[in-house]
């Protein structure tokens, strides 16, 4: 093989190898971008009955759920 074909095989390579690390570089900084939060929360915030007691609401703040507790109000039957 003369070295005219390991130059040209080396160049193949070389441009292979650039070509994944472009593409590898692409996919990393996509992934870092950051997602705009959701406009519309499906769950509105407010006091929700606490699943784990429920003689206690918790506070759900419209994106997650809080350690602010309270007693549930009874109200009477008619």
Do not use: C, E
Request: hydrophobic letters at 50%; a positive charge.
């Amino acid at each position: 093989m003369s070295p005219w074909h390991f130059l040209v095989l080396f160049a193949i390579l070389a441009a292979a190898v650039a070509a994944v690390a472009g593409i590898v570089i692409v996919i990393v900084k996509a992934s870092k971008s950051k997602v705009p939060p959701a406009v519309h929360n499906a769950i509105p915030a407010g006091w929700y009955t606490d699943p784990q007691n429920p003689t206690m609401v918790r506070y759900y703040d419209g994106g997650m759920w809080t350690a602010h507790t309270q007693p549930r109000a009874h109200t009477p039957h008619s």
